[in-house]
């Protein structure tokens, strides 16, 4: 059997080996042929055949009209085509040993739900393993998010941008909610800041995120309440590495101080290199040639979208300095093009 798993269904000789003796009563190759046939009348590829198989060997043994066929004209009477069908089992096999009504239809059909269409659902399934999980600890989880008072819209919202908060036990998903006060005081459930403050922690750990907190406290010599101020309006920028938010942290503090960045922290979401400072590069060029140019607060310049900011602070002054375009973009690193 080994020789067949490896020459028919494309196991490696160290994978068939292991999965052989679950095979030992087998006297013909006849149920696993009809196996494979079946999944590639379904439309799955060899590729997806062979990852499935090496998922799950013992799938070979089912009995394809009794097991694996319910399972797929069950996803097609939800709506699902054929060949969405066919991927939503390459992405995550062990569908295939689910019970057609105790798993496999209640786990497609809340996250169908939940994520509002086949297209989202089918994103999701490439990225983390939905159907893992059971519908009772989804549903609790998602009664902890609905008890904390986040409203509805908010609650889908998050689910959609990041399913995986509702994909962890609940002990997680309640410290997790517990963080936001320490790191966002004062934002109540209800606030759209809240979903972003509680979507930023939980793809940021406590240690990541505590050295982080570090660099900017010590970096811009803020309080803790100000270090809360700045994350609870633009949480995201904690996704940056440590490295670039002391880059950030170093600059900004040279270039407008404290107070302007508990203003406006979503200046520490934007790229020194690349933003940042070639804009101020830009603005003092044009104020050495003389030129009295209004507006120009950093937290104004640096939030405006690059054409508005080409055509008010660059192409309107082409005249005036003609080299004014070629310095912005060296700036940048890029090359001005004709």
């Known amino acids: 059997m080994a020789e067949y798993l490896v020459s028919t269904c494309g196991l490696s000789p160290e994978a068939a080996a292991k999965a052989a003796p679950r095979f030992s009563n087998l006297a013909t190759t006849d149920r696993p042929d009809a196996v ?4 590639r009348s379904q439309g799955l590829g060899k590729a997806q055949v062979r990852a499935i198989v090496s998922r799950k060997p013992p799938l070979l043994l089912s009995d394809v009209d009794a097991t694996l066929a319910p399972k797929f004209t069950a996803l097609r009477a939800l709506g699902l085509n054929r060949a969405d069908a066919a991927r939503l089992f390459a992405l995550f096999p062990s569908a295939l040993t689910y019970g057609v009504h105790s798993n496999l239809l209640p786990r497609v059909l809340l996250w169908l739900d939940l994520l509002g269409s086949t297209t989202l ?18 549903l609790k989880n998602l009664a902890t ?13 998050l689910v959609r941008l990041q399913p995986t908060i509702i994909m962890q036990s609940p002990d997680k998903l309640k410290a997790l909610v517990a963080r936001v006060e320490p790191c966002a005081a004062g934002l109540p459930p209800s606030s ?93 060029a044009l104020r050495s040639r003389g ?45 001005q093009t004709n």
């Open 291 to 335: 030129i009295v140019v209004r507006k120009t607060s950093l937290a104004t310049v640096v939030r405006l979208p690059e054409a508005v900011f080409l055509e008010r602070y660059i192409h309107r002054y082409k005249q005036d300095v003609p080299q004014l375009l070629e310095l912005y973009l060296e700036s940048q690193g890029q090359t």
């Open 192 to 284: 759209g800041m809240y979903t972003w403050c509680l979507f930023a922690l939980h793809n940021i750990g406590v240690h990541a995120f505590e050295t982080k907190k570090a660099v900017v406290t010590r970096g811009f010599g803020c309080t803790d309440d100000e270090f809360a101020a700045m994350f609870r309006r633009a949480p995201c920028f904690m996704f940056s590495s440590e490295e670039m938010l002391r880059r950030k942290v170093e600059f900004l503090s040279t270039a407008c101080g404290l107070g302007c960045v508990v203003n406006n922290p979503v200046l520490l979401t934007f790229s020194v290199d690349k933003r940042m400072a070639p804009r101020l590069r830009a603005l003092e």
């Open 36 to 39: 494979l046939a079946f999944l």
């Open 121 to 138: 659902l089918m994103k999701w399934l490439a990225k983390a393993w939905l159907l893992k999980y059971s519908v009772d600890l989804l």
């Open 145 to 157: 998010l609905r008890a904390i008072g986040l409203p509805e819209a908010r609650l889908t919202a």
